[in-house]
């Protein structure tokens, strides 16, 4: 201890200790003043990331939104360039099936006075328009639709129909829809036994994905409400194949068609996505008593869309007058997924109110004018 002090004394008085200990202090203010600028400057980044962090956010799904138009417009260039390619030999006629065993069929027209394109497939789709590329979902039978299919195209129809089941019910569409369905006979009370079901305008399956993807969707309605009664499906364009098809699904299939003028007299199940407006309407003018239109359930477009379209009440059909019964729970589908096209804008309706109206009241004495089903046009 004595030799350390003695060290420390002569240390002191030969003057070295203390620029030691001042370069040491100022070596501590140092990195106080890098600390601090650098506390401001995380402050400073956070407040920017902070302002730019949405805008990031909102470019990133603007460029993915457009990436997946743009691998659309693609699929869509090379469907007509094939449409085009096989025109050239056969006119009018189009390959059922792509190279991805998707149905893509397609007529082109020109209209030689307004140099204005059209091509519809048979799914209903059209675009049209000079260049604007307009999409409308209208009911139109495209010409390759009575193209009589062949046994290639029923194999792989059949083989589409299996794919097609395990993809409907593994998705958000058949989630929504046994939602919806079970909360609707859960206010029915609907005896399963007396449950029949009727589908109308589902098209062609072997010469239409969208057919198949509809009746795949109607097949599992049947298994899930474990439907007892006659399970129909009405079809003008179908084909022999089609009607096999039908029946290997164990549907009863028929290519005389009753306009869905049937009377419900027990519970019944119309599976109608996307059909013209005028046979909802004849649907409701069969049942069009109090009776017997709560004996009636929809699957198709929602009939809140046609009450948002003004009308003379001189053109009132039922479908309009329909709206002081109709109870209506939407199945959702999500934009842009391959069941989109099939299934958007779709419903379960039910008019259960009916059966509380009384008889004799004004509601069930009306009667449209022919005029107002015959101009109602489609959809």
């Known amino acids: ?49 902070a302002e730019v962090a949405p805008q990031l956010r909102r470019a990133s799904l603007v460029a993915r939104e457009l990436l997946q138009d743009l691998e659309e417009i693609d699929v869509r260039i090379k469907s007509l360039k094939n449409v085009l390619r096989k025109q050239s030999k ?23 006075d307004g140099e204005e394109w059209k091509a519809m497939n048979d799914d209903g789709w059209k675009v049209a328009g000079k260049g604007k590329g307009r999409w409308r979902n209208k009911p139109a039978l495209a010409e390759c639709l009575n193209r009589e299919p062949t046994l290639a195209d029923f194999d792989k129809a059949r083989e589409d129909v299996l794919l097609l089941e395990k993809q409907l019910l593994s998705s958000s569409l058949w989630s929504s829809a046994k939602s919806a369905i079970s909360e609707t006979l859960e206010r029915l009370q609907w005896d399963a036994r007396e449950l029949s079901l009727r589908a109308y305008g589902l098209g062609s399956f072997c010469n239409s994905r969208e057919s198949r993807r509809q009746i795949v969707f109607a097949k599992a309605l049947v298994s899930h409400l474990k ?14 194949y089609d009607s096999i098809l039908a029946k290997e699904l164990a549907f009863t299939a028929s290519t005389f068609s009753d306009d ?16 013209p ?3 909802y309407n004849n649907v409701l003018q069969s049942n069009w008593k109090a009776t017997q239109l709560s004996n009636v359930m929809i699957i198709g477009n929602k009939f809140s869309n046609y009450y948002l379209q003004i009308r003379p009440r001189q053109m009132r059909s039922y479908l309009e007058t329909s709206e002081a019964v109709m109870e209506e729970k939407a199945i959702d589908v999500e934009y842009k997924t391959e ?24 509601l069930w004495s009306f009667t449209a004018d022919p005029a107002s089903v015959s101009s109602s046009g489609c959809t």
């Open 260 to 275: 869905a003028l049937f009377s419900a007299s027990t519970p019944t199940l119309f599976f109608m996505p996307h059909c």
């Open 227 to 240: 439907i007892l009664g006659d399970v129909l499906v009405f079809e003008p364009q179908f084909h022999e």
């Open 90 to 112: 056969e006119p009018g006629i189009a390959d059922p099936l792509d190279e991805h065993g998707d149905s893509s069929r397609w007529t082109l027209d020109r209209i030689q």
């Open 277 to 279: 407006r005028q046979l």
């Open 1 to 49: 201890k004595t030799a350390a002090d003695s060290l420390i004394g002569s240390l002191a008085r030969s003057g070295v200790v203390e620029p030691i200990l001042e370069e040491q202090e100022n070596t501590r203010l140092l990195l106080q003043e890098i600390s601090r600028k650098l506390s401001k400057s995380r402050a400073e980044s956070a407040e920017v990331f």
């Open 339 to 362: 069941w989109f096209n099939a299934f958007n804008d779709q419903a379960v309706i039910t008019f259960e109110k009916a059966a509380s109206i009384p008889i004799d009241d004004p």
